[in-house]
């Protein structure tokens, strides 16, 4: 199917570096030397630059291991608040080139671009130069930017030419450049899935886009189709504008191991319910549906779709809808590769309706616990609070240093 070459743009701009981009932007006399961000205790290397990276250090090494291999770089405890003003300015400083931008992460954006070549009287190019000297003259750090016909492809681009370059990939381009991407570099695709598809010899995303799409639906369902239309240069994912909600919010993962131990699953789910209604309580949103599954070893996964009388964020709610899902989804001695939680049917929670007061009081006070929990988690450190259901998942990933009992899921 041939493709004119822009009937849609999206740029996926990601800062280089961005912590330790932040402190040499603020202290150039650091500018010559490796520089090595720590985490909140000084535990361990939360971002470093190209030169640390380069001597061996990754981020989540232990500090005194990372002293060891690089004893003369530069060892900085983390400064969120500051990073933040620097992602507010970078994000400033893309709103000016369109107004559709799509933060993702700290240092992360999306940019739809249609209608902005007219608008610059610039290729895209010019434009994708102009952003990057813009934000390096005024927020003193370096980004890399990949524009092309999808969020998926514009997202494997900006990693091409990395530190502070651009990669466009016109529709033209896409088959020659998929060919050169390992399909673990798709956004999506994890190790299970990676090593799913190399049974299938798909092993390049040039592989996966002209696989046959009967197959990618057998092998990853929706979510892998999504991704071979994206591939192939039809959006699927359009540019989220922050004045709406997600179409749906997950919270999943493997568990590193098969595994078919009832409580042991029960507790993943729970961890990630909580963080899940933690999220849309945060984001101000209420969910109608909830969909529970869980994945077998086969790589299949059996799901239960619970649709709530009123739209929640409520966790009484949302861990009782889990726990009934999983009664019906889970079997004994079967094994399971992961599990999670989708809610579905997202809306702000203003529209709430307001007719029983009980309930709304009843979320309310939801919310407020919700709330709570997420800035003693942001502040102590993730999983000080947990629910006691989760706690297996907690005690599995570094010990919370002192856990409050919250409410049990019976
Ligand atoms: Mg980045």
Same mark, same amino acid.
């Given at each position: 199917?041939?493709?004119?070459?822009?009937?849609?743009?999206?740029?996926?701009?990601?800062?280089?570096?961005?912590?330790?981009?932040?402190?040499?932007?603020?202290?150039?006399?650091?500018?010559?030397?490796?520089?090595?961000?720590?985490?909140?205790?000084?535990?361990?290397? @939360?971002?470093?630059?190209?030169?640390?990276?380069?001597?061996? *250090?990754?981020?989540?090494?232990? @500090?005194?291991?990372?002293?060891?291999?690089?004893?003369?770089?530069?060892?900085?405890?983390?400064?969120?608040?500051?990073?933040?003003?620097?992602?507010?300015?970078?994000?400033?400083? $893309?709103?000016?080139?369109?107004?559709?931008?799509?933060?993702?992460?700290?240092?992360? !954006?999306?940019?739809?671009?249609?209608?902005?070549?007219? =608008?610059?009287?610039?290729?895209?190019?010019?434009?994708?130069?102009?952003?990057?000297?813009? @934000?390096?003259?005024?927020?003193?750090?370096?980004?890399?930017?990949?524009?092309? =016909?999808?969020?998926?492809?514009?997202?494997?681009?900006?990693?091409?030419?990395?530190?502070?370059?651009?990669? $466009?990939?016109?529709?033209?381009?896409?088959?020659?450049?998929?060919?050169?991407?390992?399909?673990?570099?798709?956004?999506?695709? #994890?190790?299970?899935?990676?090593? %799913?598809?190399?049974?299938?010899?798909?092993?390049?995303? !040039?592989?996966?886009?002209?696989?046959?799409?009967? =197959? *990618?639906?057998?092998? %990853?369902?929706?979510?892998?189709?999504?991704?071979?239309?994206?591939?192939?240069?039809?959006?699927?994912?359009?540019?989220?504008?922050?004045?709406?909600?997600?179409?749906?919010?997950?919270?999943?993962?493997? &568990?590193?191991? %098969?595994?078919?131990?009832?409580?042991? *699953?029960?507790?993943? =789910?729970?961890?990630?319910?909580?963080?899940?209604?933690?999220?849309?309580?945060?984001?101000?949103?209420? !969910?109608?549906?909830?969909?529970?599954?869980?994945?077998?070893?086969?790589?299949?996964?059996?799901?239960?779709?619970?649709?709530?009388?009123?739209?929640?964020?409520?966790?009484?709610?949302?861990?009782?809808?889990?726990?009934?899902?999983?009664?019906?989804?889970?079997?004994?001695?079967?094994?399971?590769? #992961?599990?999670?939680?989708?809610?579905?049917?997202?809306?702000?929670?203003?529209?709430?309706?307001?007719?029983? &007061?009980?309930?709304?009081?009843?979320?309310?006070?939801?919310?407020?616990?919700? !709330?709570? @929990?997420?800035?003693?988690?942001?502040?102590?450190?993730?999983?000080?609070?947990?629910? %006691?259901?989760?706690?297996?998942?907690?005690?599995?990933?570094?010990?919370?240093?002192?856990?409050?009992?919250?409410?049990?899921?019976?």
């Amino acid at each position: 199917m041939p493709l004119s070459d822009w009937p849609n743009a999206v740029a996926h701009v990601d800062a280089d570096c961005f912590f330790a981009a932040c402190e040499l932007a603020r202290s150039p006399k650091l500018r010559d030397r490796p520089v090595c961000v720590m985490s909140s205790q000084d535990a361990c290397i @939360v971002a470093k630059t190209y030169d640390a990276k380069a001597a061996g *250090i990754h981020t989540g090494m232990p @500090v005194w291991e990372a002293k060891k291999l690089l004893p003369r770089a530069v060892y900085i405890p983390a400064d969120f608040t500051y990073y933040g003003q620097v992602s507010d300015k970078l994000f400033a400083i $893309l709103a000016r080139f369109t107004p559709e931008v799509e933060v993702c992460s700290i240092d992360e !954006a999306f940019l739809g671009l249609n209608g902005i070549r007219g =608008l610059w009287r610039k290729n895209f190019s010019e434009i994708a130069d102009s952003i990057r000297t813009t @934000v390096k003259n005024e927020a003193g750090i370096t980004v890399s930017i990949g524009i092309s =016909l999808t969020k998926t492809l514009a997202k494997i681009a900006s990693d091409i030419h990395k530190p502070d370059g651009s990669m $466009l990939i016109p529709g033209d381009d896409i088959p020659a450049f998929l060919a050169g991407v390992k399909i673990k570099n798709i956004p999506g695709i #994890g190790r299970n899935r990676e090593a %799913l598809l190399h049974k299938f010899h798909i092993f390049t995303a !040039a592989d996966y886009s002209r696989a046959d799409p009967a =197959l *990618i639906q057998r092998l %990853l369902g929706k979510s892998g189709m999504d991704l071979w239309h994206e591939l192939r240069g039809r959006p699927i994912f359009p540019v989220q504008l922050a004045n709406g909600p997600p179409k749906s919010m997950a919270r999943t993962a493997s &568990f590193g191991q %098969l595994s078919s131990q009832r409580d042991f *699953i029960a507790a993943h =789910l729970t961890h990630h319910t909580t963080r899940l209604v933690t999220e849309l309580v945060r984001k101000h949103y209420l !969910a109608q549906g909830l969909s529970v599954f869980l994945t077998l070893k086969s790589f299949a996964s059996r799901a239960e779709e619970t649709r709530f009388g009123d739209p929640s964020a409520n966790i009484f709610d949302f861990s009782r809808a889990v726990r009934d899902a999983f009664a019906r989804l889970y079997r004994p001695g079967e094994l399971y590769r #992961g599990c999670g939680v989708i809610a579905t049917e997202i809306r702000p929670s203003e529209e709430r309706s307001l007719d029983l &007061f009980g309930k709304v009081d009843k979320d309310y006070r939801n919310e407020r616990l919700m !709330a709570t @929990v997420d800035t003693l988690n942001k502040k102590y450190g993730n999983h000080t609070v947990v629910m %006691l259901a989760a706690q297996a998942v907690a005690k599995r990933k570094k010990g919370p240093r002192f856990r409050l009992p919250m409410f049990e899921v019976n």
